[in-house]
T-cell receptor, first 111, second 113 residues
Framework: GQQVMQIPQYQHVQEGEDFTTYCNSS?????IQWYKQRPGGHPVFLIQ???SGEVKKQKRLTFQFGEAKKNSSLHITATQTTDVGTYFC???????????WGLGTSLAVNP | DAGVIQSPRHEVTEMGQEVTLRCKPI?????LFWYRQTMMRGLELLIY????????DSGMPEDRFSAKMPNASFSTLKIQPSEPRDSAVYFC???????????FGPGTRLTVT
């Protein structure tokens, strides 16, 4: 079936270092969404990408959608302790009416 | 807007008991989702409704689980009988359209002893 893989599963960084998580789909996606879940919290929508090669920025966060629309990435520049949490990608493929979720990347930031 | 409302926030019950989780989606949203999250299995979609109709329940683990959406502003997820392996955080989410951004409730932390 359709799958969305996220790597890495965990990442520890020193505050100020950059961080990137990658999302890869087995099929072409029509859109991809990114969510952040703080420890003890619930997933919160960050952004949606729709166009091939699309790049969007939110302050220190940069989101990319691959040219083939089968992969995506989230890059955080100069991490801060407030970036701690699990980042999920979720994509829609073909005629599937539901999102397919990745397992998430958990980010820990050492102050 | 109050966001997605879930109750209870915490539930501790004994094995074999019936558990009912409740959700009120954001007004005007047509799609509602029930998720389960554990350390071992991550975030799993259990079932989702569109316009109060169950569309995909392929994630419901077994017959002990059932979900209803009697109207656009209320849904329940019932586990009967509950088992220790059902212990997890259960999230409800809603969206305007099934593949638009989803808004999650605060979750119900269920512990079955």
């Amino acid at each position: 079936g359709q799958q969305v893989m996220q790597i890495p599963q965990y990442q520890h960084v020193q505050e100020g270092e950059d961080f990137t998580t990658y999302c890869n789909s087995s099929t072409t996606l029509s859109n991809i969404q990114w969510y952040k879940q703080r420890p003890g919290g619930h997933p919160v929508f960050l952004i949606q990408l729709v166009k091939s090669g699309e790049v969007k920025k939110q302050k220190r966060l940069t989101f990319q959608f691959g040219e083939a629309k089968k992969n995506s990435s989230l890059h955080i520049t100069a991490t801060q302790t407030t970036d701690v949490g699990t980042y999920f990608c979720a994509g829609k493929a073909g005629n599937n009416r539901k999102l397919i979720w990745g397992l998430g990347t958990s980010l820990a930031v050492n102050p | 807007d109050a966001g997605v409302i879930q109750s209870p926030r915490h539930e501790v019950t004994e094995m074999g008991q019936e558990v009912t989780l409740r959700c009120k989606p954001i007004s005007g949203h047509n799609s509602l989702f029930w998720y389960r999250q554990t350390m071992m299995r991550g975030l799993e979609l259990l079932i989702y409704f569109n316009n109060n109709v169950p569309i995909d329940d392929s994630g419901m683990p077994e017959d002990r689980f059932s979900a209803k959406m009697p109207n656009a502003s209320f849904s329940t997820l019932k586990i009967q009988p509950s088992e220790p392996r059902d212990s997890a955080v259960y999230f409800c989410a809603s969206s305007f359209v099934a593949v638009y951004e989803q808004y999650f409730g605060p979750g119900t932390r269920l512990t079955v002893t």
